[in-house]
Every structure is written in C-alpha cells, then in structure tokens.
C-alpha cells in the first residue's frame, strides 16, 4: 500500500514517514501543495495525509480536485488548529479523517490502518484502471506491466491525465515533444496505433483509446 505525506514541517514529515514505512507501508514525502496533482497523474496512491496549511497549493482546494477527478484514495487532512477540524467536517470535503497537531505517530499509524482498512474494497476496484510509472515509460494493468517507447508513453500519459476530454492531434504533439517541431497528423495516427497495439499485450480486448472522428483521441476506461 503506498502512501503520500503532503506537509511542509519536513522533520515531521520525516518522523511520520519512517513510522509508515515501520509499518510496512510504501512511503512518498512532498513538501509543497502544488507538486501533489503532477504526482498523482503519474502514480498510484493509496492513502495521502494532507495538511490543511501548505505553500503552493493548500489542502482544501488539494482535497476537492483530487474528489472532483473522481480520485478514490484515502485521505487523511492535518491541522494545526482545532477550531478548523469543526469547520472542516462542515465542507464535506471527502476527507476519509481529520487529525489536530500535534498528534502522535502512533495515533496517525493507526488512523492510516482503519482508513485503508475501510477503503480495501474500493481501492481494489480502482485497479480495474490502467497505472502508468514515468520514471520507468512502464504502463501496468492488474498484475501485467509492459514498457513502451518514451513517445507511446507520453501519448498515452495524456490521454489518460485528460480524464476523459477528447485530445486533438495538436494537443498530443505538444504534450510528446518539448520542441516544437513540425509533426504531422498521420505519425500521431501511427504512434496512437502501436500504443493500441502494445496495450493488447496487458492481456485485455478492450479499447482503452478510442478515435473521434474528425476531432482527435479519448482514453476509456475499463
Ligand atoms: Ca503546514
């Protein structure tokens, strides 16, 4: 089970995350708000604590957008102030729990457990969607992985942080190369062909990319 820490105290995100990884948990640490949703595009997470007050980006507005895309991980939100806690659980923000700093490693520990504990069900289902890993151009589905080209993956990348929105073949070329050249429609064709092609190796009929005529391409999720 992986679990992001989202808090700018960066000793107490240390202390925290060793006893997670004590635990038996995997362990990513940010320290800034802003650099959570790049992430999450790029890596499946199971449980994020998140503190209310963070530089970049705060937990509140971290915490709607990541429900708004329908995102199913757990979330446990910080604070350092006990009159938020209240006003926090007012919002509805989706939270799954609310802890007041400071709090004890061991408290957080177990509220982590119950969380996931509750969340299993779901989080299993999630797992019905394709994982992509940037570091590695690997997508995996289930318990299949394979590696494309750093084109394929960047191809399928957007499409899948499109969430949906159909694509143009503009909009895919300016998300493959960082160098504005000239690309023409039909390599994009060519690329989002082998991308389909490559993705039959995870073992499933169905059609994770449709075309839209006249328009571009879609990702669809199981
Ligand atoms: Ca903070």
């Known amino acids: 089970m992986k679990v992001l820490i989202v808090e700018d105290e960066q000793a107490l995100a240390e202390v925290i995350g060793q006893y997670l990884r004590q635990a038996g948990y995997e362990v990513c640490l940010l320290h800034r708000g802003d650099q959570v949703l790049p992430l999450l595009a790029e890596r499946d997470v199971d449980l994020m604590v998140l503190d209310l007050m963070l530089p970049g980006m705060d937990g509140l507005s971290l915490c709607r957008a990541v429900r708004q895309q329908g995102c199913k991980m757990g979330i446990i939100m910080t604070t350092a102030r006990v009159e938020e806690v209240d006003r926090l659980l007012g919002l509805e923000l989706g939270a799954d729990d609310y802890l007041c700093k400071p709090y004890s490693p061991r408290e957080l520990v177990a509220r982590v457990k119950a969380v996931l504990r509750r969340l299993e069900p779901e989080l ?97 999720p199981l």
């Open 124 to 220: 299993e289902a999630n797992s019905l969607s394709l994982r992509l890993d940037a570091d590695r151009n690997l997508v995996s589905w289930q318990q299949q992985s394979l590696e494309l080209t750093r084109v394929e993956f960047r191809i399928l990348q957007a499409l899948v942080q499109a969430n949906g929105r159909i694509l143009s073949r503009d909009q895919l070329i300016n998300h493959i190369y960082d160098d504005h050249r000239i690309v023409s429609d039909r390599t994009i064709d060519s690329h989002i062909k082998k991308v389909r092609q490559r993705l039959r190796q995870l073992g499933t009929e169905h059609d994770w990319i449709q075309s839209v005529y006249g328009t571009g391409y879609q990702f669809c």
